[in-house]
């Protein structure tokens, strides 16, 4: 069964699941084993497209993206919230599954989000890099150390301290803006 019709805002991929948005709904499909889809359970959802939990007190949706086993959502007003496990990617320092949409708390005013198979990013309006996750080839908050870093922390590597960050990009996963 296909996606329903829709004003389709973004489209981003995981390892084994598809998220689909508007403004104010999301759809996904496939792998649901961490919760990555946000419907409540871990049931696998590869033929039918489910609309996923989003309360509308969370806000309009801004943009989308996947990790290998997450979901990230952006709203208009720079919250970030975050389904899906294993890691430490969900930002609530528990390294579980979260099997329904939760803020990402210590993060405000976030223009930017990308999250991967170990780690987060996240940019604020005034461009400052947040990292969290695994400290995976050394990918999070000092870059060259393996530290896991469970909530959003401020990054603060050598020379990066003062630059401010306009855009992240990087490969493995897909996000379509």
Not at 5 to 22: R, S, Y
Not at 121 to 139: I, N
Request: hydrophobic share 30%; net charge positive.
């Amino acid at each position: 069964m296909p996606f329903p019709e829709k004003n389709w805002l973004a489209v981003a991929c995981g390892q084994q699941h598809l998220i689909v948005a508007t403004k104010s709904e999301i759809y996904g499909s496939g792998n649901n084993q961490y919760g990555q889809l946000g419907i409540g359970n871990t049931s696998y959802r590869n033929i039918t497209p489910l609309k996923m939990v989003w309360q509308r007190n969370f806000g309009e949706i801004k943009n989308i993206t996947c990790g290998d086993y997450d979901t990230g959502v952006l709203t208009e007003d720079g919250k970030v919230y975050i389904c899906g496990g294993p890691t430490y990617c969900t930002g609530q320092g528990l390294g579980q599954n979260e099997k329904l949409m939760k803020e990402v708390g210590g993060l405000k005013d976030i223009v930017s989000l990308k999250l991967n198979k170990y780690y987060c990013f996240a940019v604020d309006e005034q461009g400052k890099l947040y990292a969290w996750g695994q400290g995976y080839l050394g990918t999070t908050v000092s870059f060259g150390s393996s530290q896991s870093v469970k909530t959003p922390t401020l990054v603060t590597a050598n020379g990066l301290n003062n630059e401010k960050v306009k855009k992240l990009h990087y490969a493995y996963t897909c996000s379509i803006p």
